[in-house]
């Protein structure tokens, strides 16, 4: 789990507009896993666009791995997540 723990935070972070990677838990429940991950984004992006990035964020996670079946993102404001 920790190598697909890595996996997903490097994707995460190759997403336009995605400025870190704060937490991310990654468990497995029999054959598949639950993965929530933070991620920061400009303070000044609105709701809808930061919506948009969480879910290129989702779509690029889940293509790491087809046994991803619960995804979890959290937008945050930049200076919130540290």
């Known amino acids: 789990m920790e190598e697909l723990e890595i996996e ?5 972070e190759t997403i336009c507009q995605v400025r870190s990677v704060g937490e991310c838990l ?11 991950i933070n991620i920061a984004i400009d303070p000044q992006t609105r709701v809808v666009h930061g919506r948009r990035i ?3 964020v989702a779509e690029a996670v889940r293509f790491l791995n087809p046994n ?13 997540l540290f």
């Open 68 to 80: 991803i079946r619960c995804l979890f993102v959290q937008v945050l404001p930049d200076e919130k």
């Open 26 to 36: 990654v468990t497995r429940i029999l054959s598949v896993f639950l993965v929530a």
């Open 8 to 12: 997903v935070r490097k994707t995460s």
């Open 54 to 56: 969480a879910d290129r």
